[in-house]
């Protein structure tokens, strides 16, 4: 399905034929592995002006990515046999040990380190059900609790992540349908006290149903507390009754008010009741378990660099996942990218001229955790890193990166991937937005690039049940590897810095101007923004 299967091969044969002459100028490898002449940058970088180590490198990692490698039994062992790994989960442990178990297996230096997540959480074994009251009889809901019910319709649901598990005896309620819950949908209600709101979506197909995922809720969940409701049903925005696992609560604590997602046809069943004008009462039991603080940890593999070793490039994804499915699109397979691009560049026995770091973040689903823990553990040396790319969007094709609102940036990150000219990979935008890794980097002033990604088929399957091994497209994931692996390679290797780290002052019209302003107060972040408790300090 990909355009690059064509792509590829022409591109290896162009590669050989044309490079054996720059080859041939290579100085021969393996010898002090601190030896600049083993480099194949030696004096050229990866710049307009310099662009053969990009050039060389590209021609070396791709062999050695797109022949046999560990990547698919890596990814099959994450996926298959740790599965879902939520952080704080004796699965993310397992997941942790297979991390430096593969940088190890890579021949890549690798090293754990350790921050404090304030709460775990985990699901119990959640039912809802409904009740319809036919008009003629009075709803009294005094004295009922979830287990005297008498359900006439059992709901597919689960628990929002990190919310709270109800009352021993459940919650039990009135339903009623918002919409989607707009501030007119809610003020034409009357009184929700106490009762049980039902929340419209659509079916996710595109990054934007995506993003707004996540920016409607937090408007959403405060006009439901603020009006004394009892809980949350949040229709399924993906069909055939899929379930999927949500959080709305991105600051690592437990959510304020019980929250259900509903199988998309058993919402839709429930509204079309509610709108024939009979009472419709529903139970939830949801005994969650909430537990902690428990330390955590982030992977972090190494390749040193030559000149620089100081200053440091890069290249992140996160390692945790939903545990509904097995995290193989989200974000399992961008995991295994990581260390796939580290063991090539060893592979090549190539040096960078700056360090290059590979890092498997924990944490992510619940607000960027671990990457924020680990920006702060290395803020003395956050003028020292160049760049931070990440990868988080399954396995659609890869256009370019979103550049975190740096265009400064673009004409460094356009040369790096000039030997992959044809891969179409090399269109950036500059958009800057909350979502992955990248956010508390991009927060403190350093160049961030995420990669941007066709749909493929991430929406469909995301945080859900299905998200599992046989939807990751093996070969696109490799060539992912190779652009992954040359862009870190590229910034750490060229001549000068990639960009300069942003100041405050630069970085609040970064923020103004990108939109990003308006994300940060929409999710709850802008305080934390301009206290400088997240970010760079004002
Ligand atoms: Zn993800």
């Known amino acids: ?16 034929a044309s490079l054996p002459s720059l080859q041939a100028q290579l100085p021969p490898e393996k010898k002090d592995p601190l030896s600049p002449a083993q480099s194949a940058a030696g004096k050229a ?20 990515v797109m022949g046999s490698s560990p990547l698919e039994e890596n990814l099959r062992r994450l996926t298959d ?12 442990a397992k997941a942790v040990e297979w991390g430096v178990g593969a940088f190890r297996a890579a021949g890549v230096d690798v090293h754990t380190e350790k921050y404090t997540l304030p709460v775990t959480w985990s699901e119990g074994k959640t039912r809802v059900s409904g009740l319809a009251i036919p008009r003629s009889v009075p709803p009294d809901f005094e004295g009922t609790n979830f287990f005297s019910m008498n359900p006439t319709m059992i709901l597919r649901a689960v628990s929002e992540a990190w919310g ?14 918002v919409g989607y819950g707009s501030e007119a949908e809610f003020a034409s209600l009357g009184s929700i006290w106490g009762a049980i709101l039902l929340v419209h ?20 969940i405060a006009r ?15 069909e055939r009754l899929l379930l999927y696992r949500h959080t709305n609560s991105l600051n690592g604590k437990i959510d304020r008010i019980p929250q259900v997602i509903v199988a998309r046809e058993d919402a839709i069943h429930l509204a079309r009741l509610v709108a024939t004008g009979q009472t419709l009462r529903a139970g939830i039991s949801m005994p969650n378990k909430i537990g902690g603080p428990l330390e955590q940890q982030n992977v972090v593999g190494e390749i040193r660099g030559y000149g ?20 193989a699109l989200d974000n399992g397979c961008n995991a295994a990218l990581v260390i796939e691009a580290a063991r090539a560049i060893k592979a090549t026995g190539l040096l960078p001229r700056r360090t290059i770091r590979f890092v498997l973040f924990s944490g992510e689903e619940q607000g960027t955790i671990g990457s924020f823990e680990y920006v702060k553990a290395h803020r003395a040396e956050l003028d020292k890193i160049r760049a931070m790319i990440t990868y988080d969007s399954g396995i659609g094709r890869v256009t370019g990166y979103s550049l975190g609102g740096r265009r400064d940036i673009e004409a460094g990150v356009r040369d790096v991937l000039k030997p992959l000219e044809s891969w179409g990979a090399n269109n950036h935008t500059y958009d800057a937005s909350f979502g992955t890794d990248n956010f508390d980097f991009m927060l403190e002033g350093v160049p961030t690039l995420v990669a941007n990604q066709e749909e493929a088929n991430y929406l469909p399957n995301y945080h859900a049940a299905s998200d599992t091994l046989d939807k990751v497209d093996m070969r696109e994931l490799k060539l992912h590897t190779v652009l992954a692996a040359l862009t870190a390679w590229g910034i750490a290797d060229r001549a000068e810095p990639l960009g300069k780290r942003l100041s405050r002052a630069e970085l609040d019209v970064l923020v103004k101007e990108s939109g990003l302003d308006q994300q940060l107060k929409l999710l709850g972040y802008w305080d934390a923004w301009q206290s400088g408790a997240r970010g760079r300090k004002p």
């Open 1 to 16: 399905m990909s355009r690059h299967i064509i792509l590829v091969p022409l591109l290896l044969a162009f590669l050989f």
């Open 45 to 64: 970088g990866c710049s307009t002006t310099e662009a053969s180590s990009c050039a060389e490198a590209a021609a070396k990692i791709l062999p050695v």
């Open 81 to 92: 046999e740790i599965g879902g790994r939520v952080t704080g989960s004796p699965e993310m």
């Open 164 to 177: 709270p598990p109800t009352p021993e005896k459940g919650i039990v309620g009135k339903v009623v349908d």
């Open 201 to 220: 979506s659509d079916v996710g197909t595109t990054w934007a149903d995506l993003f707004n995922e996540y920016l409607r809720p937090p408007d959403i």
């Open 224 to 238: 439901a507390i603020k009006g004394g409701a009892s809980a949350i049903l949040w229709m399924g925005a993906r």
């Open 308 to 327: 620089k070793p100081d200053e440091v490039v890069i290249l992140g994804a996160h390692l945790d996942s939903w545990e509904l499915g097995t995290g």
